[in-house]
């Protein structure tokens, strides 16, 4: 069964850029049943979708982060990256990497529900 | 974006207790809607996709209803793992979004 494990600094400063990446086990990342994406959820607060990607490249952006994400595949290497840039507080969390089943049907978007996910990384984002 | 709007936002209860949380979209999902359980320092849960379809190796105490506005996740009879968060998630349009979450707590 498909397994997800995030890994990147815990700690980032203020004004940089966070680095994160997944790794897939037991499942293609280049299947065309998936898309591969980033979640994050601030202490105290709830759940917030950043950005998926297909493994062709196609890719979705959440548009209250878009013009400081990108969200990239790498199938050969079997992970996927996520950039987020001019960080600041305000982006201090865990944050998961997860799959989501692909829909594109009249009554859904092409992201579905969301299973596996990864086990979480904390990033603090201070100076 | 769609919001979606939990209710309660937290809940006390006591193991046997019959649970239930409502979900409602700013607008029609059909049942583009999935649960979930999230208990700290672990992975969110898939408990509920498709409004009212049960997750493979879920209990069958959890069930779900409801579509177009409305939605309902119930527990029929609470056990001590089941005290958590829970959240909503709609798929039917960009960008997915989250319910705010209702934490269930012991009584």
């Known amino acids: 069964q498909l397994q997800l494990q995030e890994s990147g600094p815990g700690l980032v400063k203020p004004s940089e850029t966070l680095s994160l990446t997944c790794a897939v086990s037991g499942g293609s990342i280049s299947s065309r049943s998936y898309y591969w994406g980033w979640f994050r959820q601030p202490p105290g607060k709830g759940l917030e979708w950043i950005a998926s990607?297909?493994?062709?490249?196609?890719?979705y952006y959440n548009p209250s982060l878009e013009s400081r994400v990108t969200i990239s595949v790498d199938t050969s290497k079997k992970y996927f990256s996520l950039k987020l840039t001019s960080v600041t507080a305000s982006d201090t969390a865990f944050y998961y990497c997860?799959?989501?089943?692909?829909?594109?049907?009249?009554?859904?978007?092409?992201?579905?529900?969301?299973?596996?996910w990864g086990q979480g990384i904390l990033v603090t984002v201070s100076s | 974006a769609i919001q979606l709007t939990q209710s309660p936002s937290s809940l006390s209860a006591s193991v046997g207790d019959r649970v239930t949380i409502t979900c409602r979209a700013s607008?029609?999902?059909?049942?583009?809607l999935a649960w979930y359980q999230h208990k700290p320092g672990k992975a969110p849960k898939l408990l509920i996709y498709?409004?009212?379809s049960l997750q493979s190796g879920v209990p069958s105490r959890f069930s779900g209803s409801g579509s177009g506005t409305d939605f309902t996740l119930t527990i029929s009879s609470l056990q001590p793992e089941d005290f958590a968060t829970y959240y909503c998630q709609q798929f039917s349009n960009y960008p997915i979004t989250f319910g705010q979450g209702t934490r269930l707590d012991i009584k």
């Open positions: 990607i297909y493994y062709s490249g196609s890719t």
């Open positions: 607008q029609g999902i059909s049942s583009a």
């Open positions: 498709d409004a009212s």
């Open positions: 997860a799959t989501s089943l692909r829909g594109c049907s009249a009554t859904t978007s092409c992201l579905t529900w969301i299973d596996p």
